[in-house]
Nanobody, 124 residues
Framework: VQLVESGGGLAQPGGSLRLSCAASGFTFRRYAMGWFRQAPGKERELVAAISWTGVTTYYADSVKGRFTLSRDNGKNTLYLQMNSLKPEDTALYYC??????????????????WGQGTQVTVSS
């Protein structure tokens, strides 16, 4: 299993970034996926999750209305569109694969493979 994130960088408050996660080594279309983030000194938290079909999504309250999670099962790729970025969105963002086939989960412990992370910094 390999998850490779890209798209992070520096953005100004109010700006946008689009993260991508290229997945390989497993049947991507059969697993729920998630984006997590971890800021210095804080615990890793779930930002957004999406079901294997893409029909069901979850967003943390802190990003609801600003971030959009989507997936392209034909390209084995997960996306996170981040708009109206705030300084508090600054963190290392990780793509993760859920551990069970066609099972919905929002629990960190249920994600078994993680990417290396991509840094998002929101600052003027």
């Amino acid at each position: 299993v390999q998850l490779v994130e890209s798209g992070g960088g520096l953005a100004q408050p109010g700006g946008s970034l689009r993260l991508s996660c290229a997945a390989s080594g497993f049947t991507f279309r059969r697993y729920a996926m998630g984006w997590f983030r971890q800021a210095p000194g804080k615990e890793r938290e779930l930002v957004a999750a999406i079901s294997w079909t893409g029909v069901t999504t979850y967003y943390a309250d802190s990003v609801k209305g600003r971030f959009t999670l989507s997936r392209d099962n034909g390209k084995n790729t997960l996306y996170l569109q981040m708009n109206s970025l705030k300084p508090e969105d600054t963190a290392l963002y990780y793509c993760a694969k859920s551990s069970r086939i066609e099972k919905w989960t929002m629990t960190l412990a249920d994600y078994d493979y993680w990417g290396q992370g991509t840094q998002v910094t929101v600052s003027s």
